[in-house]
T-cell receptor, first 114, second 113 residues
Framework: DSGVTQTPKHLITATGQRVTLRCSPR?????VYWYQQSLDQGLQFLIQ???????AKGNILERFSAQQFPDLHSELNLSSLELGDSALYFC?????????????FGEGSRLTVL | GENVEQHPSTLSVQEGDSAVIKCTYS??????FPWYKQELGKGPQLIID?????GEKKDQRIAVTLNKTAKHFSLHITETQPEDSAVYFC????????????FGRGTSLIVHP
């Protein structure tokens, strides 16, 4: 158990819809990272937050947004969903930012868009 | 940006054999190279990492080597066991505010009893 909690574990929805994925980092971790894992693209970095502020941005679509709340949990919002958005979405956390070290991953949220 | 290539995509070995997974990276400024293991239904978990000031690091049956000049690094697993079966990801990252790992596409290791 990494200590990172993601909900929901599975989500099935239709094209055009909007979903929210939730992540609670390990106790004491200030950084949250979101990754998308698909069969053909591997683990793609989407966005990082540190202590409530956006710190780094990767290949995140404009239809996607995220935020980190004062209690440090984070949400990833996916809107106008397309079939290609079907993937496993991972949240990871770490103690700080700018420090080379371990990311602790949750078990992921599997999104299926029909 | 950084690009990490990983080979092979699938590796099948017999229990007790050694397994080697190789990765190359493109950004010479990268200085931190972690390896993650992902078991079925789980998130990736760090198994070993190496920094650019070190050429080799060992932890029991696992070792990682780094060649900065050639920009490649490898994971070596000796005396493989069925529980080593998983997907392994290499990654590369550098400083400058955030150490965001860029991952390879993964290697599915299958260890046959």
């Amino acid at each position: 158990d990494s200590g990172v909690t993601q909900t929901p574990k599975h989500l099935i929805t239709a094209t055009g819809q909007r979903v929210t994925l939730r992540c609670s980092p390990r106790s004491g971790d200030l950084s949250v990272y979101w990754y998308q894992q698909s069969l053909d693209q591997g683990l793609q970095f989407l966005i990082q937050y540190y202590n409530g502020e956006e710190r780094a941005k990767g290949n995140i679509l404009e239809r996607f947004s995220a935020q980190q709340f004062p209690d440090l949990h984070s949400e990833l919002n996916l809107s106008s969903l397309e079939l290609g958005d079907s993937a496993l979405y991972f949240c990871a956390s770490s103690v700080g930012s700018g420090i080379a070290g371990e990311l602790f991953f949750g078990e992921g949220s599997r999104l299926t868009v029909l | 940006g950084e690009n990490v290539e990983q080979h092979p995509s699938t590796l099948s070995v017999q229990e007790g054999d050694s397994a080697v997974i190789k990765c190359t990276y493109s950004d010479s400024a990268s200085n931190y190279f972690p390896w993650y293991k992902q078991e079925l239904g789980k998130g990736p978990q760090l198994i070993i990492d190496i920094r650019s000031n070190v050429g080799e690091k060992k932890d029991q049956r696992i070792a990682v080597t780094l060649n900065k000049t050639a920009k490649h690094f490898s994971l070596h697993i000796t005396e493989t066991q069925p529980e080593d079966s998983a997907v392994y990801f290499c990654a590369a990252s550098k400083g400058g505010g955030s150490y965001i790992p860029t991952f390879g596409r993964g290697t599915s290791l299958i260890v046959h009893p």
